[in-house]
């Protein structure tokens, strides 16, 4: 996994999170009893932790943005497979370090169902029908790709993608879903 890359938004709200543990602790503290102690501090390590994940997970959400523009899409018939070119660009106020494209495709074939597509007869098949002959042919694909930068991408700066998706060749009305997300 790349390690995210953290700008001074983020390094405020580990800070922030850090000062509210060490002031939860120093309360907790000043307890009585030692097993008060020792859960009041405790509680105060799961508050700040789970509250300084959380605060790092929206931040990266909301301060690293990127669009993907000037996006084309070509078939190549001979290897089955789908390309998908374009740039990467920075909309937000924060550089980024790398980009996440998850592509996804939907066949969206009308007649994909059959006759017993949804019933199965339980009865004995004395003939050999041609279910038990057919394949499974999974009706979407997925992948997944990983842009890193060599250098940061700069605030309305754009870098070139691309990538292959394998598209087979019984997809028909394809739907074509496309979602990046940055950090």
């Known amino acids: 996994m790349i390690m995210p890359y953290f700008t001074i938004v983020h390094w405020l709200a580990i800070g922030f999170f850090l000062i509210l543990f060490i002031g939860l602790a120093f309360l907790s503290a000043k307890a009585k009893s030692p097993s008060m102690i020792v859960g009041g501090i405790f509680a105060s ?3 700040s932790t789970f ?3 959380m605060s790092i997970v929206v931040l990266e959400k909301y301060t690293k943005i990127g669009k993907m523009t000037g996006v084309k899409e070509r078939r190549i018939l001979f290897n089955e497979s789908l390309f ?4 990467i660009k920075n909309v937000g106020k924060f550089p980024i370090k790398y980009c996440t494209i998850n592509v996804k495709l939907v066949n969206q074939d009308r007649r994909q169902f059959g006759k017993g597509t949804f019933f199965k007869s339980a009865g004995f098949d004395l003939f050999g029908g041609k279910d038990k002959k057919k394949q499974a042919k999974p009706n979407t694909v997925q992948k997944e790709k990983v842009i890193k930068f060599k250098n940061l991408l700069k605030p309305g700066h754009a870098e070139v ?3 292959s998706v394998p598209y087979p060749s019984y997809f028909k009305n394809t739907l074509i879903i496309k979602k990046m997300s940055c950090h």
């Open 45 to 47: 390590f799961l508050v």
């Open 51 to 53: 509250g300084g994940v």
């Open 84 to 87: 998908i070119e374009g740039y």
């Open 161 to 163: 993608f691309s990538m």
